[in-house]
């Protein structure tokens, strides 16, 4: 559906993005996910056309469209900030695209008032100036407004990171839900993780204008292709010598040079061994208390170990109880050293 290929983009002798490959499918929720200053608006402003690549092709369902002007690639666009006319109503806001192509007034009318109801505006707030709703409420009109002309492909930078946080998780669960209904492809920018994996069907991980990793959540998780990805995505902790040389001696076979990573989860404490499971000797230094698990810092063969336990409403050890890590070694991501 959307191929990147070989996309180059410079400004003036720096490099941003350095030879991007992507193809995003019909229908999907595809995620450009990286740390601030790593290309991912970069990316997406060429795919719109605000950009023009060094090098490379942008094609959409097989069309080359590198050099198609921005107004005739029917694309939606929904930036961080909502880029609303703020004096303008909210209707009027909504209905500009479709004024715009000159449609007839009944026709936007009915058009408006549908995906109004669909992003949970009200008739009332369709009235107001954009200036009187609060953020949460501007962001629904700005993605009601991308949508109400019905594209084929929608662009989002990190259209949810001026809410709040419950707001962001409430208007999150409702794009996805309004993404699958219209089908429409989205591609969605964020540096936020849980964001990410909540919401994609892929993703691509982006560092320093290169693409480390393309997966769907799971994979990019529980496999990802590179220590960057491993360390970006989530929390995990990198065992240390002592740690991985008491693995080896119960049989793993983990080269010493190499850097050994496991997730928080994948740690338990005081829980029965199986198959070729280790235990690790550890004592409480604290926890945090977050109601669905607890997370314990715990010292273990001379580093901090970080657990994250299910809350099963009976066991909650204390600073200082001395406890069992079981650890297995299959559970570890481990990358070769960066050679300098
Ligand atoms: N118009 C521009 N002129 C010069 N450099 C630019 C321009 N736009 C972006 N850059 C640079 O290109 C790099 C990538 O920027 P980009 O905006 O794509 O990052 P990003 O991943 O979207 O970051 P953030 O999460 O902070 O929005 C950065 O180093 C940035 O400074
Ligand atoms: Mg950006």
Redo the contacts with the bound molecule.
């Keep these: 559906m959307i191929d990147l290929k070989n996309i180059i983009?410079r400004?003036?002798d720096?490099e941003?993005?350095h030879n991007i490959n992507v193809n995003v499918d019909k229908g999907e929720f595809f995620t450009?996910l990286?740390?601030?200053?790593?290309?991912?608006?970069?990316?997406?402003?060429t795919i719109t056309g605000f950009?023009q690549p060094a090098e490379g092709k942008v094609y959409v369902n097989d069309k080359d469209i590198t050099n198609v002007p921005i107004e005739k690639r029917n694309i939606g666009i929904v930036f961080q900030s909502y880029a609303l006319f703020p004096t303008m109503t909210v209707y009027d806001n909504i209905a500009y695209g479709l004024k715009i192509k000159k449609m007839k007034k009944d026709e936007i009318d009915t058009k408006v008032r549908t995906i109004a109801k669909k992003v949970d505006l009200s008739d009332e707030q369709l009235g107001k100036a954009v200036s009187q709703l609060s953020g949460g409420q501007q962001q629904r009109v700005a993605i009601a407004r991308s949508l109400v002309t019905e594209p084929e492909i929608i662009c989002l930078?990190?259209p949810l990171s001026n809410l709040d946080a419950k707001l962001r998780v409430q208007l999150r669960t409702e794009l996805k839900h309004m993404q699958k209904e219209f089908g429409i492809t989205s591609i969605y920018?964020t540096?936020d993780q849980e964001e990410a994996l909540t919401l994609s069907d892929r993703i691509a991980v982006?560092n320093k204008?290169y693409i480390e990793q393309i997966g769907t959540p799971n994979e990019i998780y529980n496999h990802s292709a590179t220590e960057f990805v491993c360390n970006f995505i989530g929390d995990i902790n990198r065992l240390n010598d002592n740690i991985v040389s008491k693995l080896n001696e119960h049989g793993a076979a983990l080269d010493p040079a190499w850097h050994h990573y496991i997730r928080l989860e994948r740690l338990h404490v005081n829980s029965e061994p199986k198959d070729d499971d280790v235990i690790l000797k550890g004592v409480v230094k604290s926890r945090e208390y977050y109601g669905l698990y607890i997370k314990y810092y715990i010292d273990c063969e001379g580093q901090e170990l970080k657990i994250i336990e299910k809350n099963d409403g009976i066991n909650l050890y204390d600073t200082g109880d001395f406890i069992n890590i079981v650890i297995s070694a299959r559970d570890l991501m481990s990358y070769p050293p960066k050679e300098a």
Excluded: N, Q, Y
């Design positions: 983009v400004f003036g720096f941003a993005l450009f990286g740390p601030s200053g790593c290309g991912k608006t970069t990316t997406l402003r950009i930078d990190e920018v540096h982006f204008g």
